[in-house]
């Protein structure tokens, strides 16, 4: 295969796939030898087609018309990092309450919760910490119910208002509410009222 020819299956996934995404080398493995891959790639981040997040990950930066590009997003970035891991994972604390509409807290700081590599990275003035967790902070990890334990667990000193718990059920599917309701009696205690609250249409 030639470079040129690289070049444009390189070119025309990242076209198809549009704005927003975010990518690893990783994401062209089948295409060809890595090290062409990393050179067509950083062809195109010199051309101003894509963004270096940091090493190893990209993007293809969404237009603002008065901001400019975007900021990277953060789940994006989270998504292709561990894209092909058989890692667990999941978002926790402030960002997961602010994810479901909880919270309208922006941290500075966004905490994965793995059974993988622990680590750090930064994402402009975002820091990103993927830290190891046990299994029983992992319930439905990587999954809607995964996001809702993790927000609930966060904002236990203030507690769920009967609003805003009313709010967050009517934002979940089914298949969400059923599998909170399944994961019951995995939760620690002062946490399974407030799930069977958030369930009970589910249980009726």
């Not at 990092?81 to 309208?104: D, K």
Request: overall charge positive; proline content about 6%; hydrophobic content about 40%.
């Amino acid at each position: 295969m030639s470079t040129k020819s690289l070049h444009q299956q390189v070119t025309a996934r990242i076209e198809e796939h549009g704005e927003g995404w975010t990518f690893t080398p990783r994401d062209f493995a089948d295409l060809g030898d890595p090290r062409l891959v990393g050179t067509v790639l950083t062809r195109l981040v010199r051309r101003g087609r894509v963004r270096r997040v940091r090493r190893g990950l990209y993007d293809c930066p969404k237009a603002h018309p008065i901001l400019g590009k975007t900021a990277p997003d953060p789940m994006a970035a989270v998504r292709a990092l561990m894209e092909g891991s058989s890692a667990q994972w999941q978002v926790s604390g402030a960002y997961a309450a602010n994810l479901l509409g909880l919270s309208e807290q922006v941290p500075g700081r966004i905490v994965i919760l793995t059974n993988g590599v622990p680590r750090r990275m930064t994402l402009g003035k975002l820091t990103l910490i993927f830290r190891r967790a046990a299994p029983r902070n992992l319930l439905g990890a990587g999954r809607p119910a995964g996001l809702v334990i993790q927000a609930i667990r966060h904002l236990r000193e203030r507690g769920l208002e009967a609003r805003r718990l009313g709010q967050l059920r009517n934002k979940l599917d089914a298949d969400t509410l059923s599998e909170l309701s399944a994961l019951t009696p995995k939760l620690p205690a002062w946490m399974r009222p407030i799930v069977q609250r958030l369930t009970e249409r589910t249980n009726s």
